[in-house]
């Protein structure tokens, strides 16, 4: 690690020390042995800061609680992992944590109704009504995750034996939240472009139709699929969902967050969105959106009564088991939204910093793009079989040699060892990053002689 | 806020400003740009941080994100929530969230098969298996906080109809479990001192036997309550669930990560704890412990397969979705792990401190004690209506009145305005902090001329 990032994370821990002291006093103030704990700290503070400065020194804290390592991706290196890049925090998000971390954070000022959305200081119910307006969907709650949102969804509509359209590149959460349930999924084929037509979703539900005797009691789909982030025809199967008036669930993990997503015009009767994945906020969080039509069923309040005491437990949701986030998860989202609001609007920059590099590396021959090209996400799907797998059939590191090389160049995020068809992200990279990371696959294909096209070529079919 | 403590966090934001430099920079390092950058953060550091140290300066930030106080509750102030005391966060817990706050944290180094629980960089799999060693079970696993625990449970053996025993003071989360799984709660009586005893159990389960035909599927019960923080006959209620073949969950949301628990001792065949109520963790986090009888049910993993494309997600568990806690939560659990597992050993000290204060308080002629006494944990429903509520009669500030003298003694937590019979809770209090907690109540006391014993006494009957 570098050393200024070092002595960074240094001050950082350094000043959690210093919280732990006041945390140990009476309110009135230090006493004369914390007040020596706290200059003590501080000029060990000074001296850590000196070092950031000059940029000198040596590591000192190397473990959190003994055994943990200091987690730098993010401050050393380029990060291309698939799935974190749209999660990383905001410089807000980070202070709110610092914030708010404490368990039930949120909780200072629960007032009767005591649900956590109803919580007005900090502006938990202010958020949540921005949340539902942003999304242009009813109503709104944060949820532990996305797949808690689509298990409160199928978990209301689907009973034993149901079926459930989902997409034949549906992620295994969607299968999970149906199995839970006691459903049953019916995959929607993809066409020969790896992609799902409201058309072939219509054939689903009349096969199942068929088959079963039921229509399907749920349609939900991926706007971007987490294998190719290929883009589905989601509107049109919203269009198809109602014609048979079946409950619509649009999972916006890989949109919600980075691309503007407008509920009423998809025709969504549910909207699943991801914290972690692509809203900058702290695992496990996300939203469920939900249109009034579906609201009263999917967010009914308890009904349950205790035979003895006759007690009732007033507007708990039971799908959501009353309070979800109750701290730092949720105040990482709330301070990230107004960062994640604005980024939305310039996702075409992001799809066009996306596209840049994944032509630098179609530019080295034989590599393919098993995403739909030219990219209309930050995620993609390539194929390095026949470029950078070439090299590792006679290096002596065999495929490791080009998750080395890419460590070598401050690039991580690769699934060290497969990197044949394998998947990558681009999201949030500024265009410095991004022409860094293409000129270093371009250095590494140079290093190990492969071919390099100087213009812009087609991508190989897939 | 102190401005000691201003700055501290004003110090800590600047910091995480400074990590955002390095976030937007390259590899190699910074340009020119963005080191002038960074040398103009470290000033402004340098400025906060002597200020600091000399307890001058003015505030410089006081929102976050824009609109988000800065939450300074447990620097400030000795906070007596109920529900908030145990789940303050170590200092090593607040280190690791800094290190590990963004989205899927976890997950750098996820490998075959696929799965939190079996990470073992960062330690996450030598932690599950150190959970379940800990609490004597079988089994652990982490989840979205207790209810998220509770419910795998009953979504797992509670079937439609199904009568689950639950003691009379059961927690609403208890209440909802059963409720989304179709069943029915069916509340075990209190005896007079508000214990929930063996004898009743068994007469509870004798009578949903002859009234419903069937045995209930489950035995559901608090160790200590959140009403009164009583103890409930656990043990013997464990043996009472076993002589009927129930399965018997026990729900140590109030004793997980404060006191010893054994699982094994208890014979428990589910424990469940919670993260953010008493393992000074990030919500929503807890515990789920089985043991080996009920792990292969409760864990099952996946069997739905795709019917397009026969895809299956190997080992992925249904009740828990798959993943859970993918990110600084789960960080927050391991890092304060050592802390707690040290913590327990000293309940005792906790208890008594605990008496401490509700014996000081009980000198304070009129108020009682509702829970049971001597105490046995650090949570205590106590009754101020004979004593300070007396003074809220004239006051012209009614029953804020009392709120106001709190805080004007730095003590927070009390529930504003509602303090005829209330709660609170002293955990993690030091000495220091409980004798200014007791003398600030005798102070307020004697301000108002309430009478207060100068020795011990013993408290009304309930």
């Known amino acids: 690690m570098s050393i200024k990032i070092q002595k960074t994370f240094e001050a950082l821990f350094e000043l959690e020390e210093i919280r732990g002291i006041f945390r140990e006093a009476v309110p009135t103030g230090l006493n004369a042995e914390e007040e020596a704990a706290l200059q003590k700290k501080i000029t060990e503070l000074k001296a850590i800061i000196a070092d950031l400065e000059a940029g000198t020194g040596t590591p000192k804290v190397t473990k959190i609680a003994g055994t943990l390592n200091v987690r730098s991706r993010e401050e050393q290196y380029i990060n291309i992992h698939p799935i974190q890049a749209a999660g990383r925090l905001t410089d807000e998000a980070r202070k709110a944590l610092i914030s708010y971390g404490d368990g039930y954070s949120t909780c200072d000022f629960c007032r009767k109704p005591f649900r956590l959305d109803k919580i007005t200081r900090p502006s938990i119910a202010d958020f949540h009504e921005d949340l539902a307006k942003w999304l242009n969907m009813d109503q709104a709650r944060v949820v532990p995750g996305a797949r808690r949102g689509f298990q409160a969804v199928t978990s209301t509509l689907v009973n034993k034996g149901d079926s459930v359209i989902v997409s034949a590149l ?92 407008d509920g009423k015009k998809i025709g969504a009767d549910f909207v699943v969105g991801s ?73 075409d920059e992001e799809v066009k910093k996306s596209n840049y590099f994944i032509d630098a590396l179609l530019r080295v021959e034989g590599s393919k793009v098993l995403s739909e090209y030219p990219r209309k996400h930050t995620l993609t799907k390539v194929d390095t079989t026949g470029s950078y797998d070439t090299v590792a059939q006679t290096h002596k590191r065999r495929g490791f040699f080009f998750s080395d090389e890419l460590t070598a160049h401050g690039i991580v995020g690769e699934f060290a060892g497969a990197t044949r068809t394998w998947k990558l992200n681009t999201y949030g990279l500024n265009w410095n990053q991004v022409h860094y990371l293409a000129d270093a696959f371009t250095e590494i294909a140079e290093k190990y002689e492969l071919p390099v096209q100087k213009e812009k070529i087609q991508p190989n079919p897939v």
């Open 170 to 261: 549906a992620h295994y959460t969607e299968f999970l939240a149906v199995e839970g349930a006691g459903g049953i999924v019916k995959e929607v084929p993809l066409n020969d472009k790896n992609i799902v037509t409201a058309e072939a979703t219509a054939d689903k539900i009349e096969e199942v139709k068929t088959e079963t005797g039921k229509l399907p009691v749920l349609v939900m789909i991926d706007h971007y699929d987490y294998q190719f982030a290929n883009e589905h025809e989601i509107t049109a199967i919203g269009k198809v969902a109602h014609q048979y008036d079946i409950p619509f669930l649009y999972n916006g993990a890989y949109t919600v967050g980075v691309q503007p997503v």
């Open 275 to 347: 914290g972690h994945k692509s809203m900058a906020s702290v695992a496990p969080s996300g939203v469920l959106a939900i249109n009034d039509d579906f609201a009263p069923k999917t967010l009914r309040t308890t009904a349950m009564v205790g035979d003895l005491t006759k007690r009732k437990f007033g507007i708990k949701e039971v799908e959501l088991l009353g309070c979800t986030l109750m701290g730092g998860t949720l105040l990482s989202m709330m301070a990230s939204f107004p960062t994640v609001k604005e980024r939305v609007l310039h996702w």
